[in-house]
């Protein structure tokens, strides 16, 4: 059985690396992998999220790592309200 590994981030997919017939090499691969991500969105560079999938060659997901950025919201300043004067 051959296994792959599928890299999804910022709603870009990437066949990361393929081929692997030891199960053990490709987990390595595959946590080595996620730290890497894991480190990349901490500097910043990866601004929405990443997901990791470990597959066999029949399509089947042997394990997934999911990272969602945190929501953070703009700051809008505040307008400056114009008041009509009063006629008197």
């Known amino acids: 059985m051959k296994f792959g590994i599928i890299?999804?981030?910022?709603?870009n997919f990437l066949i990361s690396s393929e081929g692997y017939t030891d199960l053990n090499k490709a987990r390595m691969a595959f946590h080595g992998l996620c730290q890497a991500l894991y480190a990349e969105a901490s500097a910043g560079n990866i601004k929405q999220g990443f997901t990791v999938i470990l597959m066999n060659d029949g399509g089947g997901i042997i394990e997934q790592e999911n990272y969602v950025a945190p929501y953070v919201p703009e700051v809008i300043e505040d307008m400056p309200v114009e008041v009509a004067e009063s006629e008197e």
Do not use: A, E, L, W
């Open 7 to 11: 890299q999804i981030s910022d709603g």
